[in-house]
């Protein structure tokens, strides 16, 4: 049990903190709520619509696919690093997962996911 003493601490001192740092704000920080202060900012533009507004689906689709390759060209670097200890079975099979991670982007370019209007 001595060696979780050190998280314990660690992690109530970090909350002890943070909780200090929100009542200080709470209670010393300005209270004057103006029209400037109540504005978003946002590169100093004012807003031209409602924020809650709605996005293209191809806004996300978009995303999702940067998300998905992204993560996938994570699983490179490591393949790369120990690229001649895996010899010609470890070349093959990272050979299959780039093809069938070029298949879903074409895929994707052919339903026009990545088509804007």
Known sequence: MNEFIAILLTIGFGGLIAVSMLAMAIFFGPKNATPTKLEPFECGVKPVSDPRGRFSVNFYLVAILFVMFD?????????????????IAGFVEMTLFIIILLLGLFYAIKRGVLAWD
């Open 71 to 87: 993560v996938e060209v994570v699983f490179l670097y490591p393949w790369a690093v120990t690229f001649r200890s895996l010899g």
